[in-house]
């Protein structure tokens, strides 16, 4: 089927043709959403992008030459990340406007949908001062003002923020290697942001504006639910962690990428990553003693998601506790997996590891009963390989010896729950917080994980970035289903972020990354995150001490196959 706007010269035409086997014709030069538009009625959500010839591209891109077009709506990820990017300006003009003086801070996400803004320069975020805000950008989007792109002389621009003394931005692009930058505009205000926008205001209608101490929470859709602003569920413990990493970095003395390019540069990244570990070091020292002094906790559950370096925490956590005179005893939840003939199946008929009935619940909440009581068990040992559990060792603990279980199902409690709950405590870890490129520019943890991962798969499993890429989305649809929504239910949190470590992890990413193919789906994501490490000064890993939480990924562990032997 071939549908067409009209146009007075056929040799004026140009044909672009959609996944669909659908063909669209319009004038050449026409911009990609002029074709776009004529099928956004076979999408639920919103088209905000498209990958034209495998590059993805704004909506304003124009079409010169025959060309195979996907479009890119709300509810995918890099549809999803060009609608926050745009309304993250938009957050930004407003607030610009409405409360000069005032410094506005993209501080971190929120689990259901949303970034916690920071404001610096009030003395309070009042109600009638967030109402304004709203209706501010309410009014700016049914203004529908466009939001225009320009490639711009890096000295231009950085001359532009040293007229507004932006200390940060300037920090920022005194490393940058590209003598240019692409700015955006909304009316008279230009920003720089890291990535592709919508071509105007009138595309952003779904979010929400809800004060909160310090600041405020800038609300938007999930792409799974694109149109639609969930209910802000309360996160108190989530949001402590976050202040807690701001004080961190405020004791480092960074506070954006450009600070840490500063400290490299500048020979102090040493001091940088022995305080960053010594900080880690200390949160660990703490939760074992949180632990110690509840006598009656006899199983400890650590639960975070991929890549959040729960391994390494369980390990230092024991060695924590055995410093303190405890005999902890690791048990791999891991083992409890059910044969593969009986795992569940998801909505695509394809086994779902990540569901909590992957596990052998009943035998798990047995087994621990028995441990805790001093009983002697036979545990079993799961043969990945062939997927079917088999016996592993036979185990008596001590009395009041502690349990340390990793999983990503331990804040949930319906894993183990015949075992009385003031038996057990509960330890959050993910990788929460990261550096941002500065205070408008957030860096996403998600990608700090997937970083980690592809360095680690291509290290110890022999995948390539590809297959990692490939796997990453049914991981975090597993994450979002089954970790983050126990998050609170937590005795505490561990941040496992580190400051330097994407400047660590860039020399054994980026080579990783190069190999994806162009014209791969992966590609596009791949071009991102080069763009993404571009911005930081790579560290000479060697400096990296052997039993920092990161040596889990880029090897060199200390901690590798460390195991508290069994008293005979």
Not at 84 to 90: A, I, P
Not at 274 to 298: F, G, N, P
Not at 525 to 553: H, M, Q, Y
Request: proline share 5%; with cysteine.
């Amino acid at each position: 089927m071939v549908e067409k706007f009209i146009v007075e010269n056929a040799s004026e035409q140009v044909q672009v043709h959609l996944p669909d086997g659908k063909v669209v014709s319009g004038p050449r030069g026409a911009e990609v959403r002029d074709f776009l538009n004529m099928v956004q009625k076979d999408f639920e959500a919103p088209i905000v992008g498209a990958v034209i010839n495998h590059r993805l591209k704004e909506l304003t891109y124009p079409i010169k030459a025959e060309s195979t077009v996907t479009p890119i709506t709300m509810g995918t990820p890099d549809g999803m990340r060009i609608y926050r990017r745009s309304l993250t300006l938009l957050t930004e003009v407003a607030f610009t406007q409405l409360f000069p003086g005032s410094v506005m801070t993209i501080d971190h996400s929120v689990s259901f949908g949303g970034y916690f803004c920071q404001v610096k320069g009030k003395e309070l975020v009042v109600p009638e001062d967030m109402k304004k805000l709203k209706e501010k950008m309410l009014e700016m989007i049914d203004r529908d003002i466009p939001i225009t792109k320009k490639v711009t002389p890096l000295p231009e621009v950085i001359e532009k923020f040293k007229q507004q003394n932006d200390v940060e931005k300037i920090r920022l692009l005194k490393h940058r290697r590209k003598d240019y930058l692409v700015m955006y505009s909304i009316g008279d205000y230009s920003d720089y942001h890291q990535g592709y926008m919508v071509p105007s205001t009138g595309y952003l209608k779904w979010f929400d504006i809800e004060p909160i101490e310090g600041g405020f929470t800038l609300r938007f859709p999930r792409r799974h639910q694109p149109t639609e602003i969930l209910p802000l569920g309360s996160y108190p413990k989530l949001l402590s962690t976050f202040r807690e990493y701001g004080d961190w970095l405020g004791k480092l003395g960074i506070d954006s990428v450009g600070a840490l390019n500063d400290a490299t540069a500048d020979g102090r990244i040493r001091e940088v990553i022995l305080v960053a570990e010594a900080l880690h070091e200390q949160r660990i020292s703490d939760i074992a003693a949180k632990i110690a002094k509840k006598k009656d906790i006899q199983i400890v559950m650590l639960a975070g998601p991929s890549c959040s370096g729960k391994t390494s925490t369980a390990r230092r956590l024991s060695i924590q506790l055995l410093a303190r005179g405890f005999h902890p005893y690791a048990l791999e939840v891991d083992n409890y997996f059910v044969n593969r003939d009986r795992t569940p199946l998801d909505e695509n008929g394809e086994l779902d590891f990540e569901h909590i009935d992957a596990l052998d619940r009943k035998r798990l909440s047995s087994e621990l009963e028995k441990l805790i009581a001093g009983e002697t068990v036979q545990l079993p040992k799961y043969d990945f390989k062939e997927g079917r559990s088999l016996d592993g060792d036979v185990v008596k603990l001590d009395k009041g010896q502690i349990i340390i279980a990793e999983g990503i199902h331990g804040l949930n409690p319906k894993l183990v729950e015949s075992v009385p709950e003031d038996k057990i405590y509960r330890i959050y870890i993910s990788d929460l917080t990261q550096l941002n490129l500065d205070r408008h520019n957030r860096v996403s943890t998600t990608d700090t994980r997937l970083l980690r991962r592809i360095v680690r798969d291509a290290r110890t499993r022999g995948y390539t970035c590809q297959e990692t890429i490939q796997r990453w989305e049914s991981v975090r649809r597993g994450e979002k289903r089954y970790i983050f929504p126990y998050q609170e239910n937590a005795d505490l949190m561990f941040n496992s972020a580190l400051v330097y470590e994407l400047a660590a992890l860039k020399s054994l990413a980026e080579p990783l990354l190069r190999q994806v193919p162009f014209g791969s789906n992966e590609h596009i994501e791949v071009k991102r995150l080069l763009a993404l490490l571009d911005w930081f000064l790579p560290l000479d890993t060697e400096l990296i001490p052997d039993n920092s939480l990161l040596r889990e990924f880029i090897g060199g562990s200390i901690l590798k196959g460390f195991k508290i032997w069994q008293r005979k």
